[in-house]
């Protein structure tokens, strides 16, 4: 078990988790945010290293062929992954490690590593996500169309999640997440190497020992 929490983060497309994770990382200091590779072309505004690795495809497959990669997905025709080195370096440091990724991506880190937590976060309603995807201006009508019917299959998948967090407010929302990754360290099966050392010294004071 790493020291660092592994907290992956999904949600319908335009729910908001993008920034969640930025108000998180800029808020607490516990957090490492995993910035993943995408065949995908940048938005308007996004960089290259900050957003995402921006590659193309061959570059992608080879990441993969090389084991670089911890979980990868294809969503919406592109391929999406989370390069394997830094979250394993970030969790041994201590740091609970982000993962904004979607539901494929999710379950592969669930079988990888089962102590991680899953959170899905949803705005409080279908109309809401609509307006949402709508108001970012930043995708064409038929992109936004893809995203809402990719929305119905995760839709499905979401009970495989250990929390849904509903974004209806941001502040609140962070809040809430916070929270639920700070409490995670306090697990028994966290403090498992707590309790044996308490157990033990018991077991010497039992014997006499001051
Ligand atoms: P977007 O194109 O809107 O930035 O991201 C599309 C979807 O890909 C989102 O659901 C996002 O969570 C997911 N995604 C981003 N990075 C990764 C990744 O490294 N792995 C996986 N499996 N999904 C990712």
């Known amino acids: 078990m790493s020291k ?10 335009g729910a908001g988790k993008g920034t969640l994770m930025k108000r998180l990382t800029r808020d607490y200091d516990n957090y490492a945010l995993s910035v993943s590779m995408t065949t995908r072309a940048p938005r308007e ?11 193309d495809t061959d570059t ?15 969503y919406c025709g592109n391929y999406y992954g989370t390069p394997r080195d830094y979250v394993q370096e970030q969790l041994e440091a201590g740091k609970d490690v982000i993962l904004e990724i ?10 990888l590593i089962p102590d991680c937590l899953l959170l899905f976060v ?3 309603s279908a109309g809401e996500l ?5 108001g970012r201006g930043t995708e064409t009508p038929e992109v936004i169309a893809r995203r809402l019917a990719r929305a119905i299959e ?9 929390y849904i967090v509903i974004n209806d407010d941001l502040e609140e929302c962070e809040k809430r997440i916070h929270s639920i990754v700070q409490n995670a360290h306090y ?6 190497a707590l309790i044996k050392e308490i157990r033990g010294e018991l077991k010497k004071f039992s014997k006499g020992a001051e």
Do not use: H, W
């Open 60 to 74: 992608f497959q080879e990441r993969i062929r090389q084991n670089r990669m911890l979980e990868y997905a294809c």
């Open 4 to 13: 660092g929490i592994l907290t992956v983060i999904s949600g319908f497309s």
């Open 45 to 55: 505004g996004e960089r290259d290293g900050i957003e995402y690795f921006f590659v």
């Open 122 to 124: 949803t705005p409080p």
């Open 154 to 162: 995760e839709s499905e998948g979401v009970e495989a999640y250990d």
């Open 187 to 192: 697990t028994s099966a966290r403090q498992d």
């Open 102 to 111: 979607e539901i494929q991506g999710a379950l592969q880190i669930r079988k």
């Open 130 to 134: 609509k307006r949402r995807l709508e």
